[in-house]
């Protein structure tokens, strides 16, 4: 267990309305991630952070952003949400500690509908 | 730049047979590889990573990967499937091989049906 929750679990909202996901975690772990997972295509970064107030684009980060005000938390907006993002939202940390290499943790994931 | 590349999204096989799911990688220097399941509506769980430390990792659950250069592949297999593995496997690729930022690069998924 990482000690990674994401909320809301589940989301349907409409069109052009913003939309906040948050991932907290609870293990002082400085890397966080976002990814979206989509039939077809696995799962795609979205945005990652390396600290407070330290975030960089991914993939695909067009229509999102991001901020870590608290090494805690990791939160994902969607300005305007579009029916492109419909999508399940995936948090995930990078855990560098053990030794062999650094570990990509999980969280259970967000579903977020767009109508 | 880094890819993976997984063979076939969908392998069914019978309960006590052999799984193989296959990945391919792209890298032009020693990857860091990995491979991670996923049960539906779940979060991925991770089963294995390569670290070029030794080519044959094993994992949990029963499940192995060898690292073959030479065939630039990452491949998934397991001995005798049970009904409890059926579920979606995914290849990864660590995009800074294994760095800090670690972010990773994932295949397409190979969804594992496995019959009784």
């Known amino acids: 267990d990482a000690g990674i929750t994401q909320s809301p679990r589940h989301k349907v909202t409409e069109t052009g309305t913003p939309v906040t996901l948050r991932c907290h975690q609870t293990e002082n772990h400085r890397y966080m991630y976002w990814y979206r997972q989509d039939p077809g295509h696995g799962l795609r970064l979205i945005h990652y952070?390396?600290?407070?107030?330290?975030?960089d684009k991914g993939e695909v980060s067009d229509g999102y952003s991001v901020s870590r005000s608290k090494t805690e938390d990791f939160l994902l907006t969607l300005e305007s949400a579009t029916s492109s993002q419909t999508s399940v939202y995936f948090c995930a940390i990078s855990d560098l500690r053990g030794g062999t290499g650094n570990t990509i943790y999980f969280g259970e994931g967000s579903w977020l509908t767009v109508v | 730049a880094q890819s993976v590349t997984q063979l076939g999204s969908h392998v069914s096989v019978s309960e006590g047979a052999l799984v193989l799911l296959r990945c391919n990688y792209s890298?032009?220097?020693?990857?860091?590889l990995f491979w991670y399941v996923q049960y539906p509506n779940q979060g991925l769980q991770l089963l294995l990573k390569y670290t070029s430390a030794a080519t044959l990792v094993k994992g949990i659950n029963g499940f192995e990967a060898e690292f073959k250069k030479s065939e630039t592949s990452f491949h998934l297999t397991k001995p005798s499937a049970h009904m409890s593995d059926a579920a979606e496997y995914f290849c990864?690729?660590?995009?800074?091989?294994?760095?800090?930022?670690?972010?990773?690069?994932f295949g397409t998924g190979t969804l594992l049906a496995v019959q009784p």
């Open positions: 952070s390396y600290g407070v107030k330290d975030t």
């Open positions: 990864a690729v660590s995009e800074d091989y294994g760095g800090a930022t670690n972010k990773l690069i």
């Open positions: 890298s032009s220097v020693p990857p860091y």
